[in-house]
T-cell receptor, first 119, second 109 residues
Framework: DVKVTQSSRYLVKRTGEKVFLECVQDMDHENMFWYRQDPGLGLRLIYFSYDVKMKEKGDIPEGYSVSREKKERFSLILESASTNQTSMYLC??????????????????FGEGSRLTVL | GIQVEQSPPDLILQEGANSTLRCNFSDSVNNLQWFHQNPWGQLINLFYIPSGTKQNGRLSATTVATERYSLLYISSSQTTDSGVYFCAVESGGSYIPTFGRGTSLIVHP
């Protein structure tokens, strides 16, 4: 079975602290994603990566950075945490394959989520 | 970008009832997935269904890509079906899933 593991289920940090959220997947997926989930707003994409050292901004990248040094690991970094970054953070991964003119993707698998509170 | 709308936003059922959840999207899609988020926050992939119909136990899903909607059917609902149901689509040349805002389902015993 595919497993996506997030390093912490619950974190409490103070304003201004640097926060690392780690995500590891064990199925050799090319794509990895970080989403943020807030009540009434659904899932919003922060960053995604389609290969090692490759990253692209999503819809709400401000205040966040990411790192993908190895294929299985995708880290989300909050350089200086703020109270408006209190949220549920969800990591996900999927395959993709190149069918010539079309890129196709497989099922999306999620980790259990990391609930961050910034005081 | 593509717009994804789910309805209804909230649904309350008695155990044993059937329900239909809808996902409308504003453009043609390459892929469509349905997810269930349990009360502890874990999202589980239910169906990977860019077109056609699939069934898995009491759940089934149909995507009519030409009319830009998908339906998730839950029959004989159980309390464990409670949670939030999301659909997510990929369109155009993008392989990044865009999510709807979800349908919150509560099933009472």
């Amino acid at each position: 079975d595919v497993k996506v593991t997030q390093s912490s289920r619950y974190l409490v940090k103070r304003t201004g602290e640097k926060v690392f959220l780690e995500c590891v997947q064990d199925m050799d997926h090319e794509n990895m994603f970080w989403y943020r989930q807030d009540p009434g707003l659904g899932l919003r994409l922060i960053y995604f990566s389609y290969d090692v050292k490759m990253k692209e901004k999503g819809d709400i990248p401000e205040g966040y950075s990411v790192s993908r040094e190895k294929k299985e690991r995708f880290s989300l970094i909050l350089e200086s945490a703020s109270t408006n970054q209190t949220s549920m953070y969800l990591c996900a991964s999927s395959f993709y394959w190149d069918r010539g003119q079309v890129l196709d993707t497989g099922e999306l698998f999620f980790g259990e989520g990391s609930r961050l509170t910034v005081l | 970008g593509i717009q994804v709308e789910q309805s209804p936003p909230d649904l309350i059922l008695q155990e044993g009832a059937n329900s239909t959840l809808r996902c409308n999207f504003s453009d043609s899609v390459n892929n469509l997935q349905w997810f269930h988020q349990n009360p502890w926050g874990q999202l589980i992939n239910l169906f990977y269904i860019p077109s056609g119909t699939k069934q898995n136990g009491r759940l089934s899903a149909t995507t009519v890509a030409t009319e830009r909607y998908s339906l998730l059917y839950i029959s004989s609902s159980q309390t464990t079906d409670s949670g939030v149901y999301f659909c997510a689509v990929e369109s155009g040349g993008s392989y990044i899933p865009t999510f709807g805002r979800g349908t919150s389902l509560i099933v009472h015993p």
